[in-house]
């Protein structure tokens, strides 16, 4: 299956604290990527990470890949109320996008 | 950014009535587009990739001839249900990469919700 695996399925923090969602997948991949999911709404991109890249920043969001263990994280630091969505891993393969159940994060004010 | 509009935003409509779903790129050409069908706290499961100018191509066990798939424009593809019945009722999404590529991110509408009754 092309399809990422979260992993926790859920997950709740207080506000200011980190939050380290993970996937994992099983076939090779071109990148991988982040989507973030408010309740009802469309997805919203959060962070690409290429096959050859191991690291990547964007504002408050880490993404690591390890392609050897076929895994990626994703850490938000000093979490937000607002950070309350479900976030999904998407490896890529080049043509479609295989999404995953999601980590759904509740961030406590 | 680029911007991915989906309309209508939520069809509440009888067991029987076909109803469609128009997914538009607002400021950028996408030769494909993809649908999504997703279930309450489950993930997005691909349906079908949209081609402008052919054929989509249906993930496996998706009924083409019940979602019907129209890429008539560079920047409109539509999702018909055909004779919905209450276990087509779900959270519709379309997306579209900017650019050729389709490894490239996603640009998603804000979803449909389909109530049939």
């Known amino acids: 299956s092309q399809q990422g695996e979260e992993d926790p399925q859920a997950l709740s923090i207080q506000e200011g604290e980190n939050a380290t969602m993970n996937c994992s997948y099983k076939?090779?991949?071109?990148?991988l990527q982040w989507y973030r999911q408010n309740s009802g709404r469309g997805l919203v991109h959060l962070i690409l990470?290429?096959?050859?890249?191991r690291e990547k920043h964007s504002g408050r969001l880490r993404v690591t890949l390890d392609t050897s263990k076929k895994s990626s994280s994703l850490l938000i630091t000093a979490s937000r109320a607002a950070d309350t969505a479900s976030y999904f891993c998407?490896?890529?393969?080049?043509?479609?996008?295989?999404f995953g159940t999601g980590t759904s994060l509740t961030v406590i004010p | 950014g680029a911007v991915v509009s989906q309309h209508p935003s939520r069809v509440i409509c009888k067991s029987g009535t076909s109803v469609k779903i128009e997914c538009r790129s607002l400021?950028?050409?996408?030769?494909?587009m993809f649908w999504y069908r997703q279930f309450p706290k489950q993930s997005l499961m691909l349906m079908a990739t949209?081609?402008?100018?052919?054929?989509?191509?249906?993930e496996q066990g998706v009924e083409k001839d019940k979602f019907l798939i129209n890429h008539a424009s560079l920047t409109l593809s539509t999702l018909t249900v055909t004779s919905a019945h209450p276990e087509d009722s779900s959270f519709y999404i379309c997306?579209?990469?900017?650019?050729?590529?389709?490894?490239?991110?996603?640009?998603f509408g804000d979803g449909t919700r389909l109530s049939i009754l």
């Open positions: 997306s579209a990469p900017k650019g050729a590529a389709t490894d490239q991110p996603q640009h």
């Open positions: 400021d950028f050409q996408a030769t494909t």
């Open positions: 076939t090779s991949i071109n990148n």
């Open positions: 990470i290429r096959s050859n890249e």
């Open positions: 949209s081609n402008e100018g052919s054929k989509a191509t249906y």
């Open positions: 998407a490896p890529n393969t080049g043509n479609q996008f295989y």
